[in-house]
């Protein structure tokens, strides 16, 4: 803002470029809070950006580019940067949503007085998240292409579906989506491959392994999606395919 012309024409080129061009969403999302804080208004953005580090609010601003991705990741797109992580813990504590079981005809008035107001939409429209009251997968899984393929061998399949696909997905962001969730992409066919198949492979707290393999032909209206799992345990299967659907639909447009 105050820097000379020649600056500000060079920052917008590259504010303009994280935009458009980038396609690491941490930094394209960063570059549109930017965008959107300078439509605001000069005096707003520098109300923000030079405001006291003593206002716990705005502490987001700050604390992820100073810390590792593991320690704010398992808390994105959460409101912990406003209430800290003790407090937002107690406020959700009695709010776990099942991703198999959850029943969007429960009664809202049973509900009423237990959670704030500001916090409502979740329910409408809940985050990505690793765990569920039935399935909680680690991010330490060490899976390689070799040892994927002779698990899968000696596997029976658990679940087989064929899911309704109304567009192409980018392979970068379905990868990238995935690993938020602590599912490791093991292999991926080329883009524009006639055949496309992704290799998946993900592990929970009980060490209980779930592979997949999601096929889509060329022209198909269907993707085909296999799960296998080392222990027979139907809850956290039907829990682990509840949360790929869910970044399927996210990431590519899916409908079920």
């Not at 006639?194 to 993707?223: I, N, P």
């Amino acid at each position: 803002i105050a820097r000379p012309a020649e600056c500000q024409d060079t920052l917008g080129r590259l504010l303009y470029y994280c935009i458009e061009e980038e396609k690491d969403m941490a930094v394209r999302d960063r570059a549109l809070f930017y965008y959107r804080l300078l439509q605001a208004g000069v005096e707003e953005t520098k109300g923000i950006l030079c405001s006291p580090t003593s206002d716990r609010s705005l502490r987001l601003l700050e604390e992820q580019t100073e810390s590792s991705i593991n320690e704010w990741v398992p808390d994105f797109n959460s409101l912990v940067p406003i209430y800290g992580k003790e407090q937002w813990a107690a406020m959700t504590a009695s709010r776990v949503v099942d991703l198999h079981y959850a029943d969007s005809s429960t009664d809202d008035s049973k509900r009423e007085g237990k959670v704030p107001l500001m916090l409502e939409k979740k329910e409408k429209d809940p985050v990505i998240n690793a765990s569920s009251s039935s399935l909680t997968l680690i991010s330490s899984l060490c899976l390689t292409a070799e040892q994927f393929e002779r698990t899968w061998l000696n596997l029976a399949v658990g679940c087989q579906q064929s899911i309704p696909c109304q567009e192409s997905m980018q392979p970068e962001t379905l990868q990238a989506a995935l690993q938020m969730v602590h599912i490791q992409t093991i292999a991926m066919s080329k883009p524009g491959s006639e055949s496309w198949k992704v290799y998946l492979g993900a592990q929970d707290d009980t060490d209980c392994l779930f592979l997949t393999e999601l096929l889509l032909e060329t022209g198909s209206a269907e993707m085909q999606m296999l799960v296998k799992q080392t222990e027979n345990k139907l809850e956290a299967l039907q829990a682990f395919v509840s949360l790929l659907k869910t970044v399927l639909e996210t990431v590519a447009g899916l409908t079920y």
